[in-house]
């Protein structure tokens, strides 16, 4: 081999590693900074809608997300533990023998308050960062914050804030009234088999599961008996694993004679 | 029902003679944070402001049921929104924002239920939700409610089907089709984007006669009932899958006259799937055989399933011997023979989709797993858990009584087979003058809670007093029995070679009463864990000629 053979191939060798860097960081430039870019490179700008959209749906579905786990509430307050989440008892009883007192009778109603109660100050913060936004790209911003609304609805969670926005750069004005943001989930379907369990439980005493796998292919429905008495309701959609799960505590038979009629 | 009604009967019996605390106040919180429930004590209950009242939390001297309908009383909260109804209280109600009446829910005006025609389709629910929920969902869909349908089945067959067909039109100077209802297709001739519109009832869009650029394929979709269906190349529906037919299947709307076995599972030529029978359309898997397209009748029954099953000889699922969709049978995860062993646990199993779930009946027996085929043709078998109704059955002196299925689930020992022994309030005994045929014990051996006294309170029913008379002389050392008195129990206290064994020998054999009772007595666990004594030291208690306990002579 001759000298200058092994001179060259290092020389190549180091070449390739400085374009191979390079090449690395502007996959890394490009990759974190690929919103703006795109924008810039396609002079495509979110419209207040899409920005609030964007800006909001993730805390939605968290939040979604967060309740599924716990019977339908952020802090869930009468709980059991179970899979490492605390469920509310939506159907509950203190004493043996007896049927469960349903504790949520409106339970679409109590899920879409606590949703809009949990991105409320996300979305006044979105708007703020909104109006913030347009402002730095020389639009004159006139925001005013309105009522909230969040309705359950099959296949979909619809988010509405009537808000007003009004948005001018010279001669041109936008105006904005509402803003949705809509959510594709199934929780409405799933909240309202879990208001038929919470039924059955506070009329018989005990659901039976299969019963809801039946008339539902759609649908998994599991009862997991926690403590004696104590089970948890599992309502699965099979096609995206989405699920809703509660407690319920109802017609309990005590361990041996009881010595208290309250457990 | 009837059974039901006395249960509850010998319930009350049972806890008067228990004797068991029970609820003395109704709080309208406690502090586990549960709305409207009777406590022992005031001291259960929550303090504080209720934010939604403003006032402070009340406590009420009396149950909830009796308390006024501005408290606890139960009574029927509607949801004015959704038109739903649901039993509770008045306090929960109001503060979900509810309306309530003091009266059940079959009395409420707006619970009672009617026939709601939505479009071609029928549901069974009330007036509001007919009117205000549907419409919202369905605005574009004629809606009607008929009260007076109070029939389910009355008003599912009154849905009004809606004639479907081929809905010819030209767009863009090409005709084309869509499949669908008359009235979409009236809909449609509105919109300007569309001529020459027409409606072609019970046509599929690939009829020739139609002249539309809708052709017939060899692709297939899965539709909303989960049958496997034809797709035309205008990706409109067409008949049920079926690979023998020829292009009449492709004109007009037709049923499927294929069968390739129950349900059509796993079915290669037919795609008229049946869910009830186990099977359900989706898109093909490895392994998966089909004439045409990429979707399948899918066989939802258990046959992966290799755990326990009832339905084959082994106790195991085997490749033939398997749970079909539906199905749900029991089974028990005691590890000995005895499915009542300490911590064994009854299951309901369920086979859904080709999934088995498990549902446990009760950790302590308080609920246990009855099966039964319903169809013997298939074994088929349907299983529930059922409340254990064991809390009488030492209390039955006849076996007549004790046997009533009815009324509980025990099962008699005739006293021949246990020495003579019966149960007593005071517990065991075998006095040969008694009447007593035998005793009456628990069918399903129930488990007692480890945390609490239940264990020796419900197992005392098997605990037996022998007395026996011991002499000892001024300077002898030890106690001594003597046969030759009259009715002296000296095998209380003695081996089978006659030794003194402090009541060892006649403690154990009392251990099969003992057993039957529940979780009592020396016994191996459901883990199979051997039982065993451990401490024989207070087997004999000495008393003076009284009966007295701690006397010394």
């Given at each position: 081999?001759?000298?200058?053979?092994?001179?060259?191939?290092?020389?190549?060798?180091?070449?390739?590693?400085?374009?191979?860097?390079?090449?690395?960081?502007?996959?890394?430039?490009?990759?974190?900074?690929?919103?703006?870019?795109?924008?810039?490179?396609?002079?495509?700008?979110?419209?207040?809608?899409?920005?609030?959209?964007?800006?909001?749906?993730?805390?939605?579905?968290?939040?979604v997300d967060t309740l599924s786990l716990q019977g339908g509430s952020i802090s869930p307050e009468n709980t059991v533990l179970y899979n490492n989440?605390?469920?509310?008892?939506?159907?509950?009883?203190?004493?043996?023998?007896?049927?469960?007192?349903?504790?949520?009778?409106?339970?679409?109603?109590?899920?879409?308050?606590?949703?809009?109660?949990?991105?409320?100050?996300?979305?006044?913060?979105?708007?703020?960062?909104?109006?913030?936004?347009?402002?730095?790209?020389?639009?004159?911003?006139?925001?005013?914050?309105?009522?909230?609304?969040?309705?359950?609805?099959?296949?979909?969670?619809?988010?509405?804030?009537?808000?007003?926005?009004?948005?001018?750069?010279?001669?041109?004005?936008?105006?904005?009234?509402?803003?949705?943001?809509?959510?594709?989930?199934?929780?409405?379907?799933?909240?309202?088999?879990?208001?038929?369990?919470?039924?059955?439980?506070?009329?018989?005493?005990?659901?039976?599961?299969?019963?809801?796998?039946?008339?539902?292919?759609?649908?998994?429905?599991?009862?997991?008996?926690?403590?004696?008495?104590?089970?948890?309701?599992?309502?699965?959609?099979?096609?995206?694993?989405?699920?809703?799960?509660?407690?319920?505590?109802?017609?309990?038979?005590?361990?041996?004679?009881?010595?208290?009629?309250?457990? | 029902?009837?059974?039901?009604?006395?249960?509850?009967?010998?319930?009350?019996?049972?806890?008067?003679?228990?004797?068991?605390?029970?609820?003395?106040?109704?709080?309208?919180?406690?502090?586990?944070?549960?709305?409207?429930?009777?406590?022992?004590?005031?001291?259960?209950?929550?303090?504080?402001?209720?934010?939604?009242?403003?006032?402070?939390?009340?406590?009420?001297?009396?149950?909830?049921?009796?308390?006024?309908?501005?408290?606890?009383?139960?009574?029927?909260?509607?949801?004015?929104?959704?038109?739903?109804?649901?039993?509770?209280?008045?306090?929960?109600?109001?503060?979900?924002?509810?309306?309530?009446?003091?009266?059940?829910?079959?009395?409420?005006?707006?619970?009672?239920?009617?026939?709601?025609?939505?479009?071609?389709?029928?549901?069974?629910?009330?007036?509001?939700?007919?009117?205000?929920?549907?419409?919202?969902?369905?605005?574009?869909?004629?809606?009607?409610?008929?009260?007076?349908?109070?029939?389910?089945?009355?008003?599912?067959?009154?849905?009004?089907?809606?004639?479907?067909?081929?809905?010819?039109?030209?767009?863009?100077?090409?005709?084309?089709?869509?499949?669908?209802?008359?009235?979409?297709?009236?809909?449609?001739?509105?919109?300007?984007?569309?001529?020459?519109?027409?409606?072609?009832?019970?046509?599929?869009?690939?009829?020739?006669?139609?002249?539309?650029?809708?052709?017939?394929?060899?692709?297939?979709?899965?539709?909303?009932?989960?049958?496997?269906?034809?797709?035309?190349?205008?990706?409109?529906?067409?008949?049920?899958?079926?690979?023998?037919?020829?292009?009449?299947?492709?004109?007009?709307?037709?049923?499927?006259?294929?069968?390739?076995?129950?349900?059509?599972?796993?079915?290669?030529?037919?795609?008229?799937?049946?869910?009830?029978?186990?099977?359900?359309?989706?898109?093909?898997?490895t392994g998966d055989t089909v004439d045409y397209g990429n979707y399948i009748c899918n066989d939802l029954d258990c046959n992966s399933y290799t755990?326990?099953?009832?339905?084959?000889?082994?106790?195991?699922?085997?490749?033939?011997?398997?749970?079909?969709?539906?199905?749900?049978?029991?089974?028990?995860?005691?590890?000995?023979?005895?499915?009542?062993?300490?911590?064994?646990?009854?299951?309901?199993?369920?086979?859904?989709?080709?999934?088995?779930?498990?549902?446990?009946?009760?950790?302590?027996?308080?609920?246990?797993?009855?099966?039964?085929?319903?169809?013997?043709?298939?074994?088929?078998?349907?299983?529930?858990?059922?409340?254990?109704?064991?809390?009488?059955?030492?209390?039955?002196?006849?076996?007549?009584?004790?046997?009533?299925?009815?009324?509980?689930?025990?099962?008699?020992?005739?006293?021949?087979?246990?020495?003579?022994?019966?149960?007593?309030?005071?517990?065991?005994?075998?006095?040969?003058?008694?009447?007593?045929?035998?005793?009456?014990?628990?069918?399903?051996?129930?488990?007692?809670?480890?945390?609490?006294?239940?264990?020796?309170?419900?197992?005392?029913?098997?605990?037996?007093?022998?007395?026996?008379?011991?002499?000892?002389?001024?300077?002898?050392?030890?106690?001594?029995?003597?046969?030759?008195?009259?009715?002296?129990?000296?095998?209380?206290?003695?081996?089978?070679?006659?030794?003194?064994?402090?009541?060892?020998?006649?403690?154990?054999?009392?251990?099969?009463?003992?057993?039957?009772?529940?979780?009592?007595?020396?016994?191996?666990?459901?883990?199979?864990?051997?039982?065993?004594?451990?401490?024989?030291?207070?087997?004999?208690?000495?008393?003076?000629?009284?009966?007295?306990?701690?006397?010394?002579?």
């Amino acid at each position: 081999m001759k000298r200058g053979e092994f001179s060259d191939k290092r020389g190549q060798v180091t070449i390739f590693i400085i374009i191979a860097i390079i090449i690395v960081s502007l996959v890394l430039l490009i990759y974190s900074f690929y919103p703006q870019i795109k924008s810039t490179l396609t002079g495509q700008e979110k419209n207040p809608s899409e920005y609030i959209q964007t800006c909001i749906e993730e805390d939605i579905s968290d939040a979604v997300d967060t309740l599924s786990l716990q019977g339908g509430s952020i802090s869930p307050e009468n709980t059991v533990l179970y899979n490492n989440s605390n469920i509310e008892y939506l159907c509950y009883t203190t004493e043996y023998y007896r049927n469960c007192m349903i504790q949520q009778p409106l339970l679409k109603r109590h899920i879409e308050t606590e949703i809009k109660e949990e991105i409320s100050d996300e979305v006044d913060a979105c708007f703020s960062a909104m109006k913030e936004s347009y402002e730095k790209k020389g639009y004159t911003v006139k925001l005013k914050s309105g009522d909230k609304k969040v309705q359950l609805l099959p296949n979909r969670i619809i988010s509405t804030f009537n808000y007003s926005l009004s948005l001018t750069k010279g001669e041109s004005v936008e105006d904005y009234d509402s803003f949705n943001v809509i959510l594709n989930n199934n929780l409405y379907e799933l909240v309202a088999i879990a208001g038929s369990i919470i039924n059955w439980e506070a009329t018989y005493g005990d659901a039976d599961v299969t019963t809801y796998m039946t008339y539902y292919p759609e649908l998994k429905a599991e009862k997991k008996l926690i403590s004696s008495g104590n089970k948890v309701y599992v309502i699965t959609e099979r096609e995206t694993g989405n699920r809703f799960q509660f407690a319920s505590r109802s017609q309990v038979w005590p361990a041996g004679y009881p010595t208290s009629l309250i457990i | 029902m009837e059974r039901g009604k006395t249960l509850i009967l010998s319930i009350v019996v049972l806890l008067v003679l228990t004797g068991v605390a029970s609820a003395t106040v109704c709080c309208e919180k406690t502090t586990g944070g549960a709305w409207c429930q009777n406590a022992e004590s005031e001291s259960d209950c929550a303090t504080g402001i209720n934010p939604v009242t403003g006032a402070e939390y009340r406590t009420v001297e009396t149950l909830c049921d009796l308390t006024g309908s501005d408290f606890c009383k139960l009574g029927t909260c509607i949801d004015d929104e959704e038109g739903a109804c649901s039993s509770t209280a008045y306090l929960i109600c109001t503060a979900a924002k509810g309306t309530w009446k003091d009266a059940a829910e079959a009395d409420v005006e707006q619970c009672q239920l009617g026939c709601c025609l939505i479009g071609s389709q029928a549901s069974f629910i009330t007036e509001t939700r007919c009117l205000n929920v549907m419409s919202i969902l369905y605005p574009n869909v004629n809606i009607e409610y008929k009260s007076s349908i109070n029939n389910e089945l009355v008003c599912l067959a009154s849905a009004n089907l809606e004639d479907e067909g081929a809905c010819v039109y030209t767009s863009e100077s090409i005709v084309t089709c869509a499949f669908e209802t008359k009235e979409e297709c009236q809909t449609r001739a509105k919109n300007s984007a569309y001529s020459d519109v027409s409606f072609h009832k019970d046509y599929l869009c690939t009829a020739e006669d139609l002249k539309t650029n809708c052709a017939k394929t060899k692709e297939t979709a899965c539709d909303d009932s989960y049958n496997v269906r034809f797709v035309d190349s205008c990706g409109n529906f067409a008949n049920i899958y079926d690979s023998s037919v020829d292009d009449s299947y492709w004109t007009t709307v037709q049923s499927p006259d294929c069968s390739d076995g129950e349900g059509n599972k796993d079915s290669a030529t037919c795609g008229d799937c049946d869910y009830i029978s186990g099977s359900m359309c989706k898109e093909t898997e490895t392994g998966d055989t089909v004439d045409y397209g990429n979707y399948i009748c899918n066989d939802l029954d258990c046959n992966s399933y290799t755990g326990s099953y009832n339905g084959s000889d082994t106790g195991y699922a085997t490749g033939t011997d398997y749970p079909r969709h539906g199905e749900t049978w029991c089974a028990s995860d005691s590890l000995t023979s005895d499915k009542d062993a300490p911590g064994a646990t009854y299951y309901r199993l369920a086979c859904y989709n080709g999934e088995v779930t498990p549902e446990a009946c009760d950790s302590t027996r308080q609920k246990v797993c009855s099966e039964a085929i319903i169809d013997e043709t298939s074994d088929f078998r349907e299983a529930n858990c059922v409340t254990n109704i064991w809390q009488d059955c030492t209390f039955q002196n006849t076996s007549e009584d004790c046997l009533d299925t009815s009324l509980r689930d025990c099962v008699w020992l005739d006293k021949t087979e246990y020495n003579g022994y019966y149960f007593t309030e005071n517990g065991l005994k075998n006095e040969t003058s008694s009447t007593y045929e035998g005793m009456c014990v628990p069918l399903y051996k129930p488990g007692f809670s480890s945390t609490d006294d239940s264990t020796t309170d419900n197992c005392g029913y098997s605990s037996s007093i022998c007395y026996v008379k011991m002499e000892k002389g001024l300077t002898d050392k030890a106690w001594e029995c003597l046969n030759e008195w009259s009715n002296n129990n000296c095998s209380c206290i003695d081996d089978a070679d006659g030794n003194y064994d402090g009541g060892v020998t006649w403690a154990k054999s009392l251990n099969p009463i003992c057993t039957q009772l529940g979780d009592c007595g020396v016994k191996n666990n459901s883990n199979n864990f051997e039982g065993y004594y451990t401490d024989y030291s207070d087997l004999i208690i000495l008393t003076n000629r009284s009966g007295d306990e701690n006397a010394t002579a």
